[in-house]
């Protein structure tokens, strides 16, 4: 935040001015995780990379242009589909893995629990059965923590940190194997644990997370195991296969492959194109139908009839064939469904304004605690939800009569409650024949069963039980979501709804005589405006309600509801993973500027500070710049004999996608030097001055003739995308200038690619056998057509071009072609560009 008042720090992009009151500028605090002290908000990170979606098209990849031939352009593209379906198949399978083992554990637990519970219930020791339920959530969730401190990435539901990475952002770590491994095995532990989570977020970056290791073929957890796989070694071909795995956990997750799609369209992705999209979708039906193959063949039996197609199934919704004046919904429930639109979006404000303080606490004073803290608060948390599930299950349940529907279920809901399923759909505690204990089966189940149960049970709930059984878990999923497991939100809001939903039900047919009503309606309406209300998608969740009943009919009431739902909770603040993205303080760009942000041109937001490379330029000062800077954009330019730089038409970049295989350049350098020397050392004194007396007078007029050269065309050149991983490898080869009289060689694009996504550091590279004052050509690793805007464009003409073309960096040229600054990421985020407006305004 720009501008300075009162004793409150405000810090813009590239300057902080500070009151009296704090000793660390905003920036500072920005870095360390910190808040503000007035506005309490924390301010994008401006450590956070882009990724590069953009080509850089030098020597290296045009080289790579010239041997393709529309045979080897049918066989890149035959590659990328069959990595798209085996994408989808293994985040299928992570899927089944996850849900046979959830299903395993928990069986485990709540039958030992209920078995205790039956017994203790006659003989009065029902501390024992506490005791046993404690044993195992402890367990369980102890294991979950564990796993999240060996990967705190893996914490969460992973899908702010997946929104973060299609919207262009490199969040680190958060697509590496060891975080797959963590995230899959702690959700398994804290679903089983009892925690009110859900693991339906957590495939999501599962998913993604398939999607961005499988193309490699490698990782750097398994280091020895690696496979000679030349294809998609760029952000751009990895941004596109974490979409298709983003979107096959989705369909996965809920069973529902359209969805999943327009997931991975809505909630992040900053381009797309028609290819893309068809594969996206082949990925999220091939998980689907993956998904639904194995569990239909392991619960029933009954291989290849896609009984179940995703880990979460609603069922059928159809009234009763008793009931004759029942309606799923009529037009007159639209009315009742706007109302339950605003209470689910006032609902989910609450929730996030809740949990934004709760982690924000958790900022202060958890986290740079000792790690043990964060285990110690998820086993509180677990302690504490456990002696709420077990004291409501025996205390505050109330006896219902048991209907004969609900003995004698219809089809789809007989489909979900089977012989195999964990426990019986129903719980009778403390009740006699033919009753049920309501609040048992809500809370003594698993998730899904009660979800199925508001859905789809012709039984009462009463309205005091309903009401509590909301509030405690409105209160509790909100202390949960952002503890250290893994956790997902979709199941917990869905539950929490729902139960709203079927209060609503019962309050209109009990007390104001609609008997038309059909409760489990109302009851999927209800989740659907606490989700909303919490999460605010809008088209995604629509399709992915739809695709999880079977019932095209509910679209226009479901639409509605979560539009209403979303405008509401907009109103006070943002939806839940976008409030944890701004507490992580990644620069995430929205989907267009704000209407008076026009009044901004790009070199008001540019940053004008550059640090610049010459075309031919020695190690010394290349390893000057990449250990004392942070940049990662490096003009480059060339002298006229008046010492003054100067830029031509045609700015030429180099890109951040060019990597370079740094260690065998290395390697060849040594040798060729010790060669060299030995070479030396066979010869005699005589000779080897003459020898170098005449190198030195070739190597002089080499450099005379290339000085004039370059001094003749005037070249007129921008480095820009530029990182230490491209110019480290430069550095390093150097030494065939100082060696050779002949041409620097070239790395092809598989050399320069083949460690990507991770390089040596310029600190981790051994340097002692170079000259200093060797000398570096990187012209052939320039882009000759960047993409550039002048000093006067708009900034939303700015925003629309990086954000659409998926850029890292925007050079800033003026009319004689002179690059004047540079736009990045952070340039272009809210609050940056709202610092600059104050200023602005303040210049007037």
Same mark, same amino acid.
């Given at each position: 935040m720009a501008g300075c008042r009162g004793s409150v720090c405000y810090c813009c992009r590239w300057c902080c001015c500070c009151g009296e009151r704090e000793s660390r500028t905003p920036e500072e605090l920005t870095i360390l995780g910190e808040t503000q002290e007035e506005e309490d908000e924390i301010l994008p990170r401006k450590d956070y990379e882009s990724l590069d979606y953009d080509r850089c098209i030098n020597d290296p990849y045009l080289e790579v242009l010239e041997t393709m031939d529309n045979k080897k352009g049918r066989r890149y593209e035959a590659v990328k589909w069959m990595v798209v379906f085996a994408i989808g198949v293994c985040t299928g399978l992570v899927g089944l893995f996850v849900d046979f083992f959830v299903r395993l554990f928990t069986q485990l637990k709540f039958g030992v629990v209920q078995s205790s519970v039956e017994e203790c219930s006659q003989k009065g020791c029902l501390a024992l059965s506490l005791l046993e339920l404690l044993g195992f959530n402890l367990t369980f969730v102890f294991l979950a923590s564990l796993l999240v401190l060996i990967e705190p990435v893996a914490a969460g539901s992973g899908i702010p940190e997946i929104k973060c990475y299609l919207n262009g952002v490199k969040v680190p770590g958060i697509v590496r194997l060891r975080t797959l491994l963590c995230k899959v095995f702690g959700v398994l532990f804290s679903v089983a644990g009892g925690l009110f989570v859900g693991? &339906? /977020?957590? @495939?999501?970056?599962?998913?993604?997370?398939? /999607?961005?290791?499988?193309?490699?073929?490698?990782?750097?957890?398994?280091?020895?195991?690696?496979?000679?796989?030349?294809?998609?070694?760029?952000? +751009?071909?990895?941004?596109?296969?974490? !979409? =298709?795995?983003?979107?096959?956990?989705?369909?996965?997750?809920f069973g529902a492959p359209i969805g999943g799609t327009l997931f991975s369209l809505e909630e992040g992705s900053s381009f797309w194109n028609q290819g893309l999209t068809w594969k996206v979708l082949f990925c999220s039906m091939s998980a689907t139908f993956t998904l639904n193959f194995f569990r239909s063949g392991i619960q029933f039996g009954s291989w290849g009839s896609f009984q179940l197609p995703g880990l979460l199934n609603f069922g059928e919704f159809k009234c009763s064939d008793s009931d004759k004046k029942c309606h799923l919904w009529t037009a007159m429930d639209l009315g009742f469904f706007v109302v339950m639109g605003v209470i689910g979006g006032l609902l989910g404000a609450t929730f996030n304004c809740l949990n934004k303080r709760l982690a924000k606490y958790r900022m202060r004073n958890v986290h740079p605690k000792p790690k043990l803290v964060r285990v110690l608060e998820s086993l509180l948390v677990s302690l504490v939800t456990t002696v709420v599930v077990f004291v409501a299950s025996m205390v505050l349940g109330e006896c219902r009569q048991m209907s004969s529907a609900s003995q004698i279920s219809n089809g789809s809901f007989q489909l979900q409650i089977t012989s195999e399923d964990v426990n019986s759909s129903i719980k009778t505690f403390f009740c006699p024949n033919d009753t049920y204990n309501d609040m048992a089966t809500l809370f003594f189940n698993p998730q899904e069963s009660a979800i199925l149960q508001l859905f789809h049970q012709d039984g009462t709930f009463s309205p005091v039980t309903l009401a509590l059984f909301f509030v405690l878990y409105f209160l509790l999923a909100c202390w949960t979501y952002g503890i250290s497991v893994p956790s997902g939100l979709f199941v917990p809001s869905l539950l929490c709804g729902a139960a709203f939903g079927r209060l609503v039900a019962n309050v209109l047919k009990s007390y104001i005589g609609l008997g038309h009503i059909y409760s489990g309606t109302f =009851?999927?309406? %209800?989740?659907? =405006?606490?989700? %909303?209300?919490?999460?605010? @998608?809008?088209?995604?969740?629509?399709?992915?309600?739809? &695709?999880?009943?079977? $019932?095209?009919?509910? /679209?226009?009431?479901? @639409?509605?509801?979560?539009?209403? =739902? #979303?405008?509401? %909770?907009?109103?006070?603040?943002? /939806?839940?993973?976008?409030?944890?993205?701004?507490? +992580?303080?990644?620069?995430?760009?929205?989907? $267009?500027?704000?209407? &008076?942000?026009? #009044?901004? +041109?790009? !070199?008001?937001? @540019? &940053?004008?500070?550059?640090?610049?490379?010459?075309?031919?330029t020695r190690i010394q000062s290349l390893v000057s710049i990449l250990r004392t800077t942070v940049h990662h954009a490096f003009p480059v330019v060339t002298e006229n004999r008046g010492n003054e730089k100067e830029f031509m038409k045609g700015n030429q970049l180099i890109s951040n996608n060019i990597k370079f295989k740094v260690r065998e350049v290395v390697v060849k350098g040594k040798e060729e030097r010790s060669r060299r020397l030995r070479q030396k050392d066979s010869e005699s004194r005589l000779a080897r001055e003459a020898l170098s007396q005449k190198d030195q007078k070739e190597r002089e007029r080499e450099k005379g003739r290339e000085k004039e050269k370059e001094r003749s065309r005037r070249l007129r050149r921008t480095l820009c995308k530029h990182d230490s991983p491209l110019l480290l490898p430069l550095v390093t080869k150097a030494l065939w200038l100082d060696l050779q009289s002949a041409s620097q060689p070239r790395l092809s694009y598989a050399e320069m690619a083949e460690d990507y996504p991770r390089y040596p550091d310029i600190h981790d590279l051994d340097l002692t056998l170079l000259n200093p004052r060797m000398i570096v050509d990187v012209t052939p690793y320039m882009n000759p057509s960047p993409f550039t805007v002048s000093p006067n464009t708009h900034v939303s003409q700015v925003f629309n071009l990086f954000r659409t073309m998926g850029l890292r960096h925007l050079p800033v040229v003026n009319a004689v072609g002179e690059i004047v600054g540079i736009i990045t990421r952070h340039n272009l985020t809210y609050e940056f560009l709202h610092s600059r407006l104050r200023q602005h305004y303040q210049t007037l």
């Open positions: 693991k &339906e /977020g957590p @495939m999501i970056h599962s998913g993604a997370v398939v /999607g961005a290791g499988l193309p490699q073929f490698q990782s750097i957890s398994l280091r020895k195991i690696q496979f000679n796989f030349p294809y998609f070694r760029s952000d +751009r071909d990895k941004r596109d296969f974490v !979409s =298709a795995g983003a979107a096959a956990g989705v369909a996965a997750a =009851a999927l309406i %209800g989740a659907a =405006a606490f989700l %909303g209300g919490v999460v605010r @998608m809008t088209i995604s969740l629509t399709v992915i309600l739809i &695709e999880s009943t079977n $019932e095209i009919t509910y /679209g226009l009431p479901i @639409m509605i509801t979560l539009m209403v =739902a #979303k405008w509401t %909770g907009d109103f006070f603040n943002k /939806g839940i993973y976008d409030i944890h993205v701004g507490l +992580r303080g990644v620069p995430l760009l929205e989907w $267009e500027t704000e209407v &008076e942000m026009d #009044k901004l +041109r790009a !070199s008001d937001i @540019m &940053e004008p500070n550059l640090t610049y490379v010459y075309p031919h």
